[in-house]
């Protein structure tokens, strides 16, 4: 009689060298984070609709699609009539459409800086969020509204005819009902207290307050304008610096009234690390929050993603290309 195979049990087949090569041991890493919170103004679902219906109903259709006629369709055609198809998207009417309108990350970033913006829309699905951080801090920073709007390039690719990461309203007040509903929804998004730009967007928006009655003008509680600029104009200067030589240094520090010994560095407690500095006025010194430490591990699905990426662009090819060739045999 032939002699049955042995089989393993299973602590054997643990320690056999087949299970040791597929095991992957996960990698921890210990890495430093910041303490504070991102702000991430996302609106609800309910939002998201009545936003979506005034966009739809306000803004303009800025570019006309055209259909990718083939060249051996094309050029049946005469060139009379080929003129007003290219015609359709003609630049000068593309610029008055888009007044009071700012797209793209790189023109709402210089519009924000010339404070000549009402508001901002951001879509959920950007990646990576890095792109339009900066956008939220400066609209935080300048007390204009921003809100993340999902599938907000679906939304403009349908009404404007063509899609965009963020889209920025002027002060030209165009649009009114669009600016009045993002101020409502708006106002049930603040900003957080953990936020790393909360204590200057607290300060702006105190200094933001002016009363211009002159009964008030002895409260020292009330900020006006005019005190805060001044009448001395030779001290205004200009914000580039230039040096006459090179052994001449382009910016010298003021000397400080301070003495140096006085400069101390105080831990007031495990959470915050603070640096004080004991001037005349004994104002508040400033607080730093640590750093703080976060265990992360490497992404088991990193590799189905990609794949899943592949097929569908894979897809996406195959109905583009029955598509075209449905349009030809039509014609």
Not at 290 to 295: E, G, R
Request: aromatic share 6%; charged share 30%; proline share 5%.
């Amino acid at each position: 009689m032939a002699k049955e195979a042995p089989v393993l049990t299973k602590a054997q087949q643990k320690n056999s060298l087949r299970a040791k090569k597929t095991k992957t041991k996960a990698v921890v890493r210990n890495v430093l984070a910041s303490p504070y919170s991102k702000y991430w103004p996302k609106i609800t679902a309910e939002e998201a609709t009545t936003l979506r219906e005034i966009l739809t109903n306000n803004l303009p259709k800025i570019v006309v699609s055209m259909e990718k006629i083939p060249w051996k369709e094309y050029k049946k055609i005469s060139k009379s009539k080929r003129k007003p198809q290219n015609q359709k998207n003609d630049q000068e009417l593309i610029a008055e459409k888009k007044q009071g309108l700012i797209f793209g990350v790189n023109d709402v970033t210089k519009a924000l800086e010339k404070a000549s913006v009402a508001s901002v829309l951001i879509t959920e699905d950007v990646q990576p969020r890095l792109m339009v951080e900066h956008l939220i801090e400066q609209s935080v920073l300048t007390l204009t509204p921003i809100l993340v709007v999902p599938k907000l390039r679906e939304i403009l690719k349908t009404v404007c005819g063509f899609s965009s990461i963020t889209i920025a309203f002027t002060k030209l007040k165009k649009y009114p009902m669009i600016q009045q509903v993002i101020e409502n929804i708006y106002k049930n998004h603040p900003v957080p207290r953990n936020y790393i730009h909360f204590q200057k967007y607290l300060d702006t928006v105190n200094s933001s307050i002016i009363v211009i009655d002159d009964t008030l003008r002895d409260d020292d509680s009330v900020i006006y304008l005019d005190d805060t600029i001044g009448n001395d104009e030779s001290k205004i200067k200009s914000f580039y610096l230039y040096r006459d030589s090179k052994q001449q240094r382009a910016f010298v520090p003021e000397k400080s009234s301070v003495p140096l010994e006085k400069h101390t560095f105080q831990s007031n407690s495990e959470d915050f690390v603070a640096f004080n500095v004991d001037n005349v006025n004994n104002e508040m010194p400033m607080q730093y929050e640590c750093l703080k430490v976060k265990k992360t591990k490497g992404d088991s699905n990193r590799n189905k993603r990609k794949l899943d990426v592949i097929k569908t662009k894979k897809k996406g090819n195959k109905i583009s290309k029955v598509k075209k060739k449905g349009f030809i045999n039509n014609t």
